[in-house]
């Protein structure tokens, strides 16, 4: 799993940066988004999901990977 967001798309809100600080940053010259670390831990999935949905300019994109070893 690993995140990617759309500076071109972000309106500066902030929502995702309330959401998830883990995260999520905002640049303090324009607001935009800035992302933190792009493969967040698992269990911050939930928050990264409500973050994408809230986001208003939908510049946030959860991208889902197989579970690498499952087969093992
Ligand atoms: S919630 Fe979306 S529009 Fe708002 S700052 Fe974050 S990425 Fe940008």
Redesign the pocket.
């Known amino acids: 799993m690993h995140v990617t967001?759309d500076q071109d798309r972000?309106?500066?809100?902030?929502?995702?940066?309330l959401t998830l600080p883990a995260v999520?940053d905002?640049s303090e010259e324009d607001g935009?988004?800035l992302l933190l670390q792009d493969r967040p831990d698992p269990a911050l999935l939930p928050g990264l999901q409500t973050?994408a949905a809230?986001?208003?300019?939908g510049?946030?994109t959860v991208h889902a990977a197989p579970v690498e070893g499952s087969r093992a």
């Open positions: 967001v972000c309106c500066s809100s902030g929502q995702c940066v999520f905002q935009l988004v973050a809230l986001c208003p300019g510049a946030i």
